[in-house]
């Protein structure tokens, strides 16, 4: 354009132009070469993707003796297409031995394991407003701290106390095939026939050493927890009244009350509201936290 109004204006008035001829040239030179070069690519594959990345690193984190071809058949379930070279490489960038070498588990998740397979139980005893003994049986399995009230009464006859233990397991349904061990003391109450309950569902049954509470400590420190939070605090009438106290205060136990050893979360917590926004790749640990699985929210 400013060629063409060149040739329609007088030589005398070309001063008026705001540019030279030679930065009208060194214009159309970089448009040609704007216009034929082409973007630059970095040679070879394109880089990682930090998500992919963090995921690797996640999982190693997360399973201390899997390798990294264990991780891309994780990976590979997930949708993710990458090669074992790459999972291998990221590991090895990261500081992280790629082959199964690594640590094993730690002693949490050990003990953790080891209880999910351990139920106890025991009694303890009330005394009513007219001096009338009152005997509960409870379970509580010691992975959860879940606490099971089984029965109220006044007379622990043998009989009694096998039918409660076959109303435990029939309650319990299929988490009963998840128990191996069960933690009872020397009561003549437990009689062979409560045994042999049990051990028909898979279960062995562990008595403790005579006059020896702390071998079931579990079952003794909530026998504590109750007396204290609980029966210590009022005035029992009679049976009907205490098992609807201890079903109240059971259920309080178990949904709301924090513990601990459970990281402040009850033993049987309501289902988190999970941001699906903030993770896409959910982790459910089984059998203690021994083994994780994974899969995609959502």
Not at 274 to 283: D, E, P, S
Request: charged share 20%; with cysteine.
């Amino acid at each position: 354009m400013l060629a063409a109004l060149s040739r329609l204006l007088p030589r005398a008035r070309w001063s008026a132009f705001f540019v030279t001829p030679a930065t009208l040239l060194r214009w159309h030179r970089q448009l040609i070469a704007r216009h034929w070069t082409y973007p630059y690519t970095r040679p070879g594959r394109p880089p990682i993707d930090r998500e992919v990345r963090g995921l690797v690193l996640r999982l190693a984190a997360e399973n201390p003796t899997r390798g990294h071809r264990r991780i891309h058949g994780e990976l590979t379930s997930l949708g993710y297409r990458i090669a074992a070279s790459t999972v291998r490489k990221i590991l090895h960038q990261a500081g992280v031995d790629p082959a199964p070498r690594r640590t094993g588990p730690t002693w949490r998740q050990f003990l953790t394991a080891q209880a999910r397979t351990i139920v106890a139980c025991d009694f303890f005893t009330v005394d009513t407003v007219f001096l009338h003994r009152i005997y509960v049986l409870f379970f509580i399995e010691l992975a959860t701290r879940q606490v099971h009230i089984v029965g109220v009464t006044k007379h622990p006859t043998g009989v009694w106390v096998t039918q409660q233990a076959r109303n435990l397991l029939m309650h319990l349904d299929e988490r009963a095939d998840q128990l191996r061990f069960l933690i009872r003391d020397r009561d003549t109450k437990f009689t062979a026939a409560f045994d042999a309950g049990f051990t028909a569902a898979g279960i062995d049954v562990l008595r403790t050493p005579p006059q020896a509470p702390r071998a079931n400590a579990f079952a003794e420190r909530w026998v504590g927890t109750v007396r204290r939070e609980c029966t210590d605090r009022m005035l029992v009438i009679g049976e009907r009244h205490l098992s609807t106290v201890l079903t109240e205060y059971t259920e309080h136990y178990n949904r709301h009350r924090p513990h601990q050893s459970l990281n402040q979360r009850p033993p049987d917590p309501p289902p988190p509201v999970t941001n699906l926004g903030a993770a896409r790749v959910r982790r459910r640990p089984i059998m203690g936290g021994l083994i994780n699985q994974y899969s995609q929210a959502a």
